[in-house]
């Protein structure tokens, strides 16, 4: 006889749930205490669920799964930056990352396992996407890289940025839905304020996002000004175009008046001229953007160089001279292949 196959419990909403015990015979309130178990409490297992009876534990235990994220593998930076490697419970592997510095506590998770988008410079991009990640092991993330935070520093997270395997906007739903139960005070309350969400640039998307109204910020992975470079670089561009992007951006802001970031790698001999400079100022004219400038990390399945300190300041230096904002991010955990593009399950 074939063994009943188990409900994943974090799959249900509240509702749901609530059906779910009602039909077990227990009454409506232990659907909350449960709820509140799985997201406030982020419990792994019924057992710990202490103020339940051993009855409905058991039927809990025999009805559901939790399907609890699993830290596979933790490397430590000698900048202090913690890469973790989740395994998830179909046998996939994910990586997250704990960016910590003195008042700032930062959590990059992933939103897919791989990614089709094929961003010639980006380690993941070489894997191709097994399959989206559901809400819960996103927000899993964020729980585990959040106790690490508080162990280690003391601290909890402060920010959080979707920007580690995947394209969230490919997984909409999803992120959604992870992002609504992170900032949720029946889950982790974390203010939508200090989450950022980074796309290659998905135009029709990017409108959606403003049309539901989301509060967290957008970033856009930009790294070229101008169509031709920035084909060759990312080639979703082919489908997005700039303009298109720009439309979108606008839409965007419009709608939510929330903060948009271009995220911008200088690599050598590609796009740090001061024409690259030039195009990048005119687009930032078009959006009410501020830029990234962003340390390329060097990854073995790709040929490519950063630039040179002294042509970078001469980047950068234009940019200011044209009242564009424009923050240079230090890489950091480039030791354990922790850094901006290279998350690749190593």
């Known amino acids: 006889m074939q063994e009943k196959q188990k409900i994943a419990i974090?799959?249900?909403?509240?509702?749901?749930?609530?059906?779910?015990?009602v039909a077990l015979g227990d009454k409506k309130f232990r659907a909350n205490q449960i709820h509140e178990w799985l997201w406030k409490k982020s419990a792994v297992s019924f057992?710990?669920?202490?103020?339940?009876s051993k009855e409905l534990r058991a039927q809990l235990e025999e009805g559901f799964e939790i399907f609890p994220l699993q830290i596979d593998m933790e490397q430590k930076s000698n900048d202090g930056t913690v890469k973790c490697r989740f395994q998830l419970h179909d046998g996939h592997f994910i990586e997250g990352v704990l960016i910590p510095t003195k008042h700032r506590m930062t959590a990059c998770v992933s939103s897919q396992v791989g990614c089709n988008l094929g961003c010639t410079f980006c380690a993941t991009g070489f894997i191709k996407t097994k399959r989206n990640l559901q809400p819960h092991e996103i927000y899993d993330q964020v729980v585990l890289l959040n106790k690490i935070a508080i162990k280690e520093h003391d601290?909890?997270?402060?920010?959080i940025v979707f920007m580690g395997m995947g394209e969230p906007l490919l997984n909409y739903k999803n992120v959604l839905e992870a992002i609504d139960k992170?900032?949720?005070?029946e889950g982790l309350n974390i203010s939508a304020k200090r989450i950022t969400v980074s796309t290659a640039g998905l135009a029709k998307m990017i409108k959606k996002l403003g049309d539901d109204d989301v509060k967290f910020n957008l970033a856009?992975?930009?790294?070229?000004?101008?169509?031709i470079k920035r084909s060759k670089l990312m080639p979703i561009n082919d489908a997005n175009n700039l303009n298109d992007l720009v439309e979108a951006l606008n839409y965007f802001y419009e709608k939510t008046g929330n903060s948009i970031t271009f995220e911008y790698i200088l690599f050598d001999g590609i796009n740090e001229s001061m024409e690259d400079a030039k195009n990048l100022v005119t687009l930032c004219a078009r959006v009410p953007a501020k830029v990234n400038i962003i340390e390329?990390?060097?990854?073995r399945e790709a040929d490519f160089h950063k630039s040179k300190e002294e042509q970078r300041e001469k980047f950068?230096?234009?940019?200011?001279?044209?009242?564009?904002?424009?923050?240079?991010?230090r890489s950091r955990g480039k030791d354990i292949d922790a850094a901006c593009g290279q998350l690749a399950n190593k």
């Open 47 to 52: 057992e710990e669920m202490s103020n339940l």
């Open 155 to 159: 601290l909890p997270l402060s920010n």
């Open 10 to 21: 974090r799959d249900l909403s509240l509702e749901e749930l609530t059906e779910k015990i």
């Open 220 to 227: 856009l992975s930009l790294h070229a000004a101008d169509d």
């Open 316 to 329: 950068i230096s234009y940019l200011e001279q044209h009242k564009v904002v424009a923050v240079v991010r």
């Open 296 to 299: 390329y990390n060097a990854i």
């Open 182 to 185: 992170i900032t949720s005070e």
